[in-house]
C-alpha cells in the first residue's frame, strides 16, 4: 500500500517537471530564417519570436532613437522598426540579423540588431612560400 503512494508521487512530480520543461522549451523557442523565407511563410512565423537574415537598407532614424530600414534578401524585402542602440557596424548595405515579431500588417518589430562585422576587422590570411 504504501509503495502505491510513492509510485502515484513519483508520477505526478515527474509529470509536473516534463511540463515545466516543455513549457519553458516552446517559449524559448526562436526560428532562424532568411527575408524570403519569412515572406514565403509569413503565416506560420506570426506571433512567433524570429531571427530573420538580410541586408539593411534605406535606414532612417526617426525622433526617440527609432529606427525603419529595410531587410532584403532573396529578391524579398520587408520594413523593420527597432527603437534603442544599433551596432557600430549598423550601416546601409551591411549584412544584419533581426530578431523580433512579425507584425499583420507584413512589416516587422525588432527588439535586437546583430550587424556583421565589416571586412576591414576580419583577420587576413598570410601565405608563405617555402622556399
Known amino acids: 500500500m504504501k509503495q502505491k503512494k510513492y509510485l502515484i508521487g513519483f508520477l505526478i512530480i515527474a509529470g509536473a517537471l516534463i511540463y515545466l520543461l516543455l513549457t519553458t522549451f516552446r517559449s524559448?523557442?526562436?526560428?532562424?530564417?532568411?527575408?524570403?523565407?519569412?515572406?514565403?511563410?509569413?503565416?506560420?512565423?506570426?506571433?512567433?519570436?524570429?531571427?530573420?537574415?538580410?541586408?539593411?537598407?534605406?535606414?532612417?532614424?526617426?525622433?526617440?532613437?527609432?529606427?525603419?530600414?529595410?531587410?532584403e534578401e532573396g529578391g524579398a524585402s520587408f520594413s523593420v522598426?527597432?527603437?534603442?542602440?544599433?551596432?557600430?557596424?549598423?550601416?546601409?548595405?551591411?549584412?544584419?540579423?533581426?530578431?523580433?515579431?512579425?507584425?499583420?500588417?507584413?512589416s516587422f518589430t525588432a527588439t535586437e540588431i546583430l550587424a556583421k562585422c565589416a571586412s576591414k576587422y576580419e583577420a587576413k590570411l598570410k601565405y608563405q612560400r617555402n622556399p
Not at 30 to 48: G, H, N, P
Not at 81 to 106: A, C, H, I
Request: aromatic residues 12%.
Open 28 to 71: 524559448s523557442l526562436q526560428y532562424y530564417v532568411t527575408a524570403s523565407e519569412l515572406k514565403a511563410r509569413t503565416s506560420f512565423y506570426q506571433d512567433k519570436i524570429v531571427k530573420v537574415a538580410g541586408r539593411a537598407s534605406g535606414i532612417k532614424k526617426q525622433e526617440g532613437g527609432t529606427y525603419e530600414f529595410l531587410v
Open 81 to 106: 522598426f527597432y527603437k534603442g542602440m544599433t551596432p557600430d557596424t549598423f550601416r546601409e548595405g551591411s549584412d544584419v540579423v533581426v530578431t523580433g515579431q512579425l507584425n499583420p500588417d507584413g
